[in-house]
């Protein structure tokens, strides 16, 4: 190997984050928090949206500083003042939003920012072959020469990984990896990520889906309102002491009460639309959502759903068919046409879709709904009408902000995600499309969200819940579509199927077959 290569360094990293305390305007992220990773370890972060997760990874892998505190790698104190100083240290990060150039190839993209390589770009030959011999050692699936944009998100998210285990990571932190990944993809990157601890990685996992942490972790620290409220053995600990931790108290279940559906909400027929890379995404969709009812979307991602919901919200466009709300036709409505008729969405993509990163908290609630009455006076908006809405929203969803004036960048993840379900639900729609609600969402406020969605069924929207979850689906949804290559292959009534009969319908075995 040639010398400006880093090693993948055999000896194991061991680090120790002691007393960490970091604040931000009006937050304490991080309240004198004590963290380790021994070396070869799987260590698991959780804790709710805001709990502080992120906020002491990005200050181990030098994006903040701590305001008190040390972090010691290796017995030794060190002031990682950027990630070229956590890098060196042989700490890696896969963040929540991945830092990609799309216009550039994967091998560029390993090799961009690697400094004490000379002349990066016109290394490429290198790079591709120790790219290749990486893929090799750990099951890593990337094609060197592949353009960013090109790739699926789970592909990109093996690039992130790539560009670490390239540069020498021996700690590699991650963000919720799981978060925008399909069931496959998750089996992949678990796979992955054994190799990697087989090979004398650590690693930080941060994950909302507790049989995740309990799949793969070795150890547990438990965060709330910035503080650590445990660390333990994963083998000691239930799901349900970890949720305690985590909130403090026990979930309730629930499920929704029989209702008698109403008359038709959404009405698709004959649907199709093209896909980005030139194929046919849809082929003749057929659905209807009544009012008080939940029809949940199943399937394995890449089958269309993102592709219908997009064209639902008027995203993209229908190339046959129809689509109604009530009895007025939307196929070709614009956005806010489709929002008088009575429509909410909730998107899959919510930071691309759903908000802009810029504006104020407030300012995202009012996004979609300046132009409505409620918030005027004669011709003027009303000002302390919108903010009492907006104070009223983010209290009741719990959306954990400083202030109103916040921009929303600065809010966690999953808190953002609240606030735009907060405003689609607070407008009382006829038909809401919501893509992925809980992804990223913590375990209380998925508990919230799904006595949310039951209550708005029971106001008689009708909800078309698209989501990879079955589980959720299985326990929201009066009727489940399965969609399979563009087609809604089967419809199946609460409680017709097995979680295994809608398994195999979701691999394309039709509805007949599948239900003797
Ligand atoms: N750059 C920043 N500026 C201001 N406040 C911030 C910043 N980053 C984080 N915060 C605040 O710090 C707190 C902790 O946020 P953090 O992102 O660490 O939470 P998290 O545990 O990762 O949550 P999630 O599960 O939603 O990702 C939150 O209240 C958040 O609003
Ligand atoms: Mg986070």
Redesign the pocket.
């Known amino acids: 190997m040639k010398q400006h290569e880093p090693l993948n360094a055999d000896s194991p990293l061991h680090v120790v984050m002691r007393d960490i305390v970091?604040c931000?305007?009006?937050?304490r992220?991080?309240s004198k928090v004590c963290f380790d990773v021994e070396a070869g370890e799987v260590h698991a972060?959780l804790?709710?949206?805001?709990?502080?997760?992120?906020?002491?990874?990005?200050q181990l892998y030098g994006l903040?500083q701590p305001d008190e505190g040390d972090i010691i790698i290796d017995g030794k104190p060190l002031q990682l003042r950027s990630p070229a100083d956590a890098i060196r240290a042989g700490i890696g990060m896969i963040h929540?939003h991945f830092m990609l150039v799309p216009t550039l190839t994967v091998a560029q993209n390993v090799a961009l920012g690697q400094r004490s390589s000379r002349a990066p770009l016109l290394d490429l030959t290198r790079v591709t072959a120790r790219i290749r011999e990486l893929s090799e050692e750990y099951g890593l699936k990337v094609d060197p020469r592949a353009y960013v944009w090109q790739l699926s998100v789970g592909e990109q998210q093996r690039v992130e990984i790539m560009k670490a285990l390239y540069r020498g990571a021996r700690l590699i932190i991650l963000?919720?990896p799981t978060a925008v990944l399909t069931p496959q993809e998750v089996d992949d990157l678990f796979a992955t990520l054994r190799r990697m601890v087989r090979e004398g990685h650590s690693l930080v996992f941060?994950s909302?889906k507790l049989q995740e942490v309990m799949a793969i972790s070795d150890r547990v620290t438990v965060?709330r309102d910035?503080k650590v409220i445990g660390t333990r053995l994963t083998r000691d600990v239930t799901r349900s002491e970890l949720v305690r931790m985590m909130v403090g108290r026990e979930l309730g279940e629930l499920a929704p009460r029989p209702l008698e559906p109403g008359p038709a909400r959404l009405t698709v027929q004959g649907l199709r639309a093209m896909g980005d890379r030139g194929t046919e995404a849809l082929r003749r969709v057929d659905l209807e959502v009544h009012a008080g009812e939940i029809v949940g979307l199943a399937g394995v991602s890449g089958n269309g759903q993102r592709e219908l919901a997009e064209c639902l919200a008027g995203m993209r466009r229908a190339s046959g068919g129809r689509v109604l709300i009530g009895p007025r036709e939307i196929t070709f409505a614009s956005l806010n046409q489709r929002i008088e008729a009575g429509m909410a969405y909730i998107p899959e993509e919510r930071m691309r879709d759903g908000a802009i990163r810029e504006f104020s908290v407030q300012e995202n609630i009012f996004l979609h709904d300046h132009i409505s009455p409620r918030f005027r006076r004669g011709i003027f908006l009303s000002f302390p009408r919108m903010e009492a809405h907006a104070a009223r929203l983010v209290r009741e969803f719990a959306v954990?902000?400083?202030g109103l004036d916040?921009p929303l960048?600065?809010?966690?993840?999953?808190?953002?995600?609240k606030l735009i379900m907060a405003r689609e639900l607070s407008r009382h729609p006829e038909i809401l499309i919501a893509a992925q609600p809980t992804r990223?969402?913590?375990v209380s406020a998925t508990g919230y969200i799904h006595e949310r969605l039951l209550q708005q069924r029971e106001a008689g929207t009708g909800i078309l819940l698209i989501s990879e979850d079955l589980d959720e689906i299985c326990a929201l949804s009066d009727r489940i579509a399965v969609m399979y290559e563009g087609r809604i292959i089967g419809v199946v009534r609460r409680g017709q199927a097995t979680r295994e009969q809608l398994g195999l319908m979701m691999a394309g075995v039709q509805q007949a077959d599948a239900l003797p």
Request: net charge positive; proline share 5%; aromatic share 4%.
């Open positions: 970091k931000f305007p009006g937050v992220a991080n972060l804790g709710e949206n805001g709990a502080g997760k992120s906020t002491l990874m990005r903040y929540q963000d919720e941060i909302h965060l910035g954990k902000t400083p916040t960048k600065n809010l966690s993840g999953g808190n953002i995600q990223g969402v913590d």
